[in-house]
């Protein structure tokens, strides 16, 4: 059985990709696919973790495990989503870097099951969004006080990942920007819950209704029944047209009102997630979902 561990990060997934996978538990079980109630798991997992202190679970923990989250007898894969995985949200700079325990946390998640085979799948966000947006949802009172002496320009993505598949060579990893979800949701869906592309998902258009005005969403769902059969690259680009007209601006915009936090910093701060996400794309064992 394959496992996969959704990472979030913090400030990106919000939840939406389990709470849709599990509103299609149904029709994904009949596919062998699980996708088990977080608020069941979620504790259970951390305990084990932290109880197995870096070894691999034993075979009793691995059967209490998959007796807690499993729906069925057998099953070819199974998803487990938490954007703690990696840390809690007020760790995220730790020490001045980004997910600085990333790569022995990751590796604690494989060892919950290692009889089984894991898979990793987060998206990443550009740091001149994420770190305004992580800031918002902190109790800091201020900016410098959330950075805790961390250099914005000195924290990478790519440092995240390599760290990652360093301490699991041989996981897999799926990954996908944050800024792209909008156009690449349906695949990222499928993606991270194994789905065949012809297995209708319900709700896999809630985040456009998110950020799309409800004429735009009336009109998308009705150019998509008029339209049936669309291909992936065909549907992107539909997407990205009524998201053009139709998007709400305060859902898709940031105000970044920051000290000193200038047009200079975010463009220099976009030009090193660009060369973050060109190093990431070449790194092995690495699939990065792109429109």
Request: glycine fraction near 6%.
């Amino acid at each position: 059985m394959k496992v996969v561990y959704h990472l979030g990060v913090h400030c990106t997934d919000e939840r939406r990709l389990v709470t849709c996978l599990r509103a299609n538990a149904e029709a994904l079980a009949a596919k062998g696919l699980i996708v088990p109630d977080p608020e069941v798991y979620r504790p259970m997992l951390r305990n084990v973790v932290n109880a197995m202190k870096g070894k691999p679970s034993t075979p009793e923990t691995e059967e209490t495990i998959l007796d807690a989250v499993m729906v069925q007898d057998e099953a070819e894969r199974i998803v487990f989503s938490n954007d703690a995985f990696l840390c809690v949200r007020s760790w995220v700079l730790g020490r001045g870097t980004l997910y600085v325990a990333a790569g022995d946390k990751v590796a604690g998640l494989v060892n919950l099951l290692p009889s089984h085979e894991a898979e990793i799948a987060l998206a990443i966000r550009n740091p001149a969004t994420f770190l305004p947006a992580l800031f918002q949802a902190s109790k800091n009172a201020s900016f410098d006080d959330f950075l805790g002496g961390a250099d914005p320009l000195g924290l990478s993505w790519a440092d995240v990942i390599g760290r990652i598949r360093a301490a699991n060579p041989t996981v897999p990893i799926t990954l996908w920007c944050d800024e792209d979800t909008p156009l690449i949701w349906p695949e990222v869906l499928r993606a991270v819950a194994g789905a065949p592309a012809d297995l209708a998902l319900e709700g896999e258009n809630d985040l456009l209704a998110g950020i799309m005005s409800a004429e735009g969403m009336a009109r998308f769902d009705a150019y998509l029944n008029n339209h049936p059969g669309l291909t992936a690259s065909q549907r992107r680009r539909i997407v990205a047209a009524f998201l053009d007209k139709y998007a709400l601006a305060d859902q898709i915009e940031m105000e970044l009102d920051l000290p000193n936090w200038d047009e200079a910093l975010i463009e220099e701060l976009s030009e090193r997630y660009d060369d973050d996400l060109e190093e990431i794309a070449a790194m092995p064992g690495v699939t990065v979902l792109t429109p």
